[in-house]
């Protein structure tokens, strides 16, 4: 095997196991709770643009379209990750401010523990 043919088996391998390995943070983001507060939209906003800027480099400068589309798959995943997390803190500050609006009703039972027979 070249060393070219050596890199592009690198590439092509990593590539793989990159463009999976968003997955598993995608699901993690999907199934949180509490409004995804250790994704950090600073973080994922500069892989996206590396990604699109990497893509936009292959495209334009190098005509290498596999880079360039692997580029975009991994700029779109970056985006799945920023838009679940917004969606998800949206939803959080909408139902906190839902229950700021509307404080539960104290009851003789929730204030005491104890549950009337009357």
């Known amino acids: 095997m070249t060393l070219p043919e050596a ?3 690198a590439f092509t391998t990593f590539s793989g ?3 999976v390995s968003y997955f598993p943070q995608i ?3 999907a199934r949180d709770h509490s409004g995804a507060s250790a994704i950090s939209y600073v973080t994922w906003a ?3 643009g590396c990604h699109i ?3 936009l480099y292959a ?3 190098l005509s290498d379209l596999l880079l360039a589309a692997s580029s975009v798959l991994y700029a779109l995943c970056c985006l799945m990750v920023i838009a679940l997390t917004a969606t998800k803190r949206h939803r959080i500050r909408l139902n906190r401010a839902n229950s700021d609006e509307n404080p539960p009703v104290a009851t003789a039972e929730a204030d005491t523990g104890v549950k ?3």
Do not use: F
Request: with cysteine; charged share 10%; proline share 0%.
């Open 53 to 55: 800027s990497t893509g």
């Open 17 to 19: 196991l990159r463009l």
């Open 116 to 118: 009337s027979t009357g």
């Open 27 to 29: 699901y993690k983001v």
């Open 59 to 61: 495209a334009v400068n």
């Open 7 to 9: 890199c592009l088996v």
């Open 46 to 48: 500069l892989w996206t």
